[in-house]
């Protein structure tokens, strides 16, 4: 099973406190381009895989989505989207995607925001996920980028010039990767890019757009302290279709 | 234009004495993975953009393809492939890969070994090659990886637990990279692993498979000196086909 993270007390409570929990979509940065990944939602039947609050349940709604699903492992985050959701075309169900199986043949898109760096047998789920989609339906999703994810010390380096580098390894040593973020011990997925694409390839869909998302020069002039970040990756944003 | 590098006599000489120069495909760590990418060659016509020394040529005209045109920008390359070459079906071509306009619809394959990284205009030859290939036809090639490429000092560095680490910086930054190999003021182009693909989706392509290849832990036992090259990948090896 996942370990279920977001029910810890104080990595939800930590994770309540950051921008894209306070503010929502308009509080992740990566939000603008992974929304222009998206298929039009009007009329358009939705799972969201780790919906946690609901954020993007509510927006597809508002984009006139004929119906909503979200569904989330953490107890904790599901109370409150329930809380703040007042829309009978969104509906929420608590399950670890793990072992997950929707509906067969239901959903004309998938979606799910860094969720997919958590889960253990994602062959399974991207098999699940390509059944609960209609013929021509649309999986978007983000996870954190494997050039984040390899390194067994997350921490940047200095290179001889005087340059962040962020320093990988283990990049071919898929696998568990523990982190301190936000608490002690937390538990995620590293794996390759090549790993995510065949895994999608291997489960029936077709790559249609792959973003290796770092912010933009405009953020990073907003926001200088993340000046850094565009070093490298930060998440990688992929579109695929059931073909 | 391109950079002729191969004709400079200090990296002409160095590269003859690279194993993949003295033994061929054979002494290329990463040919194995790459030819189970490629198609059945016998009856097939194939086009080889950056041929070098021809191995790959006469490889293909081994497996009885029906034939092969090698096309190349290095005169020394091509003086020594075309010495090397007793077979009819095999024929090279002098040319800049940069403004080479292939016949049209004319190749079941496409291959290009360590080429494209050299090439500024990508999403042009891309739309070259896509044309040059019959529908359905693949293209087999293979690129240094964008971890690679990326990094203004490519020297590794070493992590707070002493274990070596590949700096990446300058990741987003695409374009123009100086690299001394072989000789000094040897010029790449860096591109994003996104940036492959969406030009390959772009030109028509279908992604059919990606490998972020590094030396196995098999060749690592037989070549020690290789431990660190698996800590990060080393090429980018790719298959499309004309869809």
Redesign the interface.
């Known amino acids: 099973m996942t370990q279920n993270i977001y029910d810890d007390e104080t990595f939800f409570a930590g994770y309540s406190r950051l921008p894209r929990s306070i503010h929502g979509l308009d509080g992740a940065p990566e939000w603008p381009v992974l929304r222009g990944m998206l298929p039009q939602l009007a009329g358009r039947k939705v799972l969201d895989l780790g919906c946690g609050f609901g954020w993007f349940c509510r927006f597809a709604a508002g984009e006139g989505a004929a119906s909503v699903l979200g569904v989330d492992v953490s107890e904790k985050m599901l109370e409150r989207a329930q809380r703040e959701t007042d829309d009978s075309r969104v509906s929420y169900e608590r399950a670890d995607l793990e072992r997950y199986t929707p509906p067969a043949d239901a959903f004309d898109l998938a979606y799910s925001s860094l969720a997919f760096h958590y889960i253990e047998d994602l062959a399974g789920l991207f098999g699940q996920v390509h059944a609960a989609l209609k013929p021509g339906g649309a999986l978007v999703c983000s996870v954190e980028h494997p050039?984040m994810t390899?390194?067994?010390?997350q921490?940047w380096?200095t290179?001889?010039?005087g340059?962040?580098?962020?320093?990988?390894?283990?990049?071919?040593?898929e696998g568990r990767r523990v982190s301190n973020w936000l608490t002690e011990g937390v538990v995620k997925r590293h794996r390759?890019?090549?790993t995510h694409?065949?895994l999608l390839?291997g489960a029936g869909f077709?790559?249609?757009?792959?973003?290796?998302w770092?912010p933009s020069p405009e953020q990073v002039t907003a926001e200088p302290a993340w000046t850094r970040e565009?070093?490298?990756?930060f998440f990688l944003l992929i579109a695929a279709a059931r073909s």
Chains 1, 2 share one sequence.
């Not at 390899?150 to 010390?153: E, Q």
């Open positions: 050039i390899a390194p067994t010390r921490e380096l290179d001889a010039d340059r962040a580098a962020w320093p990988v390894n283990g990049y071919l040593d390759a890019v090549a694409l065949d390839l077709r790559l249609d757009r792959l973003v290796e770092a565009r070093e490298r990756p």
